[in-house]
């Protein structure tokens, strides 16, 4: 190893490039900072290059794939369609490629300073750089951690099979699984067992000891249709015991409370604890608080309890999202340059890029009913829609919750068509206050699943004009 002469000064050194660093380096350049970046793989972090991207690939894919049988009832015909599982890692390969030399081209038109190698804090405001044999020192003004997470292998996962992968390499798998066992309840399981399901796999999904997802309970039953219809079968409660390979097959014992089951397929995708990826850093050197499974504790500034240093994303408390690290590492850049900035994360979105998609944001109708507040809900069916009734996009359900009392609005929580880009006006719903009202007043594209907000607004006083007088779903408790 060869040590740096001298020690180097920056304004502000960001570890780690995926979502919330380089968002925190861009927002801190175009404020005038010098900035620095250290990135000991690829820019764009896990969610570019093996998460997020990748995942939305094949999600898009499927979509895709799954409507050419719709065509013909359009007077469209392709003739008999093929899928073509290598086409589609390539795909996935130059879409990765083609984003990340994005990333890295908005970094050097805004003059950030890429680092390669693995960091480590040498002082309270100093920075070692491994990359080789070369050892590089930075002194730096304020230091802002994006490093992620990594995951935690459970006991009963074989460290040295083919054939069993953790979610976030499902989709490097070299070949398309036949019949894929899927064991998790998050978002990532479902966007997993969706997208290979409607590519031609079998899929099993185990709930990871849960006996259902966590959505509103309307989503829940409407996804057990879907997953039923989809013929994706789901074992509910249920926890993995040990999992064994040979010839080929994959046999996976699940248990629950005295019950016992054996699932079999040629693979398996576990989804696992994650912990954050900081015990290389040597943070706790210096007085930084983490919870006790390793988490670092900040404030509405992303700041830590270390004046000059900063945390964002999947390091932090909380669960995994970009959406958090994103504008975290935006904060805490607007922070470090002087700005009263802070993140407030109490409407961040849930959204699955399922087929159908799901959406959701705010309060589900038991956590608002255990809240105090005066529940009155509206569900509107995607049946009722004309715009889904031409697309053929009828699977699907849009749940509006209000407090009865103040008519406020409490939360959102779709299922179906372009569930994700709907909840967009969701969201800006809450963070303003939004009453009943709101919604209900301003004019809605026609046709348009938009319309399905406004039956579920108008559903709330008993007026929307879709839903006819028996079925109509509002309930005040």
């Known amino acids: 190893m060869v040590v740096g002469e001298f020690v180097e000064k920056r304004d502000l050194v960001i570890i780690g490039g995926g979502p919330g660093g380089y968002n925190a380096a861009i927002r801190a350049a175009q404020l005038g900072l010098q900035v620095t970046l250290i990135e000991k793989e690829n820019m764009g972090g896990v969610c570019l290059n093996e998460g997020c991207v990748p995942s939305k690939v094949f999600a898009h894919a499927a979509k895709e794939y799954t409507s050419l049988s719709g065509l013909s009832s359009l007077g469209i015909t392709t003739g008999e369609a093929n899928f073509n599982y290598d086409k589609l890692l390539d795909y996935k390969a130059l879409k990765v490629v083609q984003l990340r030399n994005g990333v890295e081209a908005l970094c050097a038109a805004n003059k950030i300073e890429i680092i390669q190698g693995d960091a480590n804090f040498t002082a309270e ?85 849960k006996e259902d997802f966590s959505f509103d309970k309307s989503i829940n039953r409407e996804l057990k249709r879907i997953l039923k219809k989809q013929k994706i079968k789901v074992h509910r409660g249920f926890q993995i015991d040990n999992i064994s390979t040979a010839e080929g097959e994959v046999a996976v014992g699940i248990v629950k409370d005295d019950e016992k089951v054996t699932v079999t397929g040629t693979h398996v995708s576990v989804t696992v604890k994650q912990s954050a990826d900081v015990a290389s850093l040597g943070i706790e050197r210096f007085g930084v608080e983490v919870t006790s499974d390793g988490f670092i504790r900040t404030d509405q500034q992303s700041r830590t309890t270390l004046q000059t240093l900063f945390a964002v994303g999947d390091t ?46 705010g309060l589900t109708e038991q956590e608002a009913k255990e809240s105090g507040y005066s529940v009155k809900t509206s569900q509107f069916s995607y049946s009722g829609n004309s715009y889904a009734m031409i697309t053929n996009d009828k699977d699907g359900i849009m749940k509006i919750i209000k407090d009865g009392e103040t008519d406020l609005l409490l939360g959102f929580h779709t299922i179906g068509a372009g569930a994700i880009e709907l909840i967009g006006t969701s969201i800006t719903a809450l963070e303003m206050v939004g009453k009943e009202e709101d919604l209900n007043f301003p004019l809605y594209p026609h046709p348009s699943f938009n319309e399905t907000m406004l039956e579920a607004v108008e559903g709330l006083a008993e007026k929307a004009i879709h839903i006819p007088p028996t079925k109509r779903k509002s309930e005040k408790v």
Do not use: W
């Open 316 to 361: 932090t408390v909380g669960n995994p999202s970009a959406v958090k690290a994103i504008k975290q590492g935006k904060v805490a850049a607007e922070t470090v340059a002087g700005l009263n900035s802070e993140v407030d994360l109490t409407f961040i979105p849930t959204v699955v890029h399922s087929i159908p998609p799901i959406a959701s944001v």
């Open 125 to 209: 405001n100093r920075i070692g750089v491994e990359n080789g044999h070369q050892f590089d020192i930075y002194e730096f003004n304020h230091a802002i951690i994006a490093t992620g997470r990594r995951p935690v292998l459970p006991d009963f996962l074989p460290k040295d099979s083919e054939c069993i992968l953790l979610s976030e390499e499902i989709y490097n798998l070299t070949e398309m699984p036949k019949e894929l066992i899927v064991y998790g309840s998050d978002y990532i399981s479902l966007e997993i067992a969706f997208s290979y399901r409607k590519l031609g796999a079998s899929v099993t999904m185990i709930l990871d000891g």
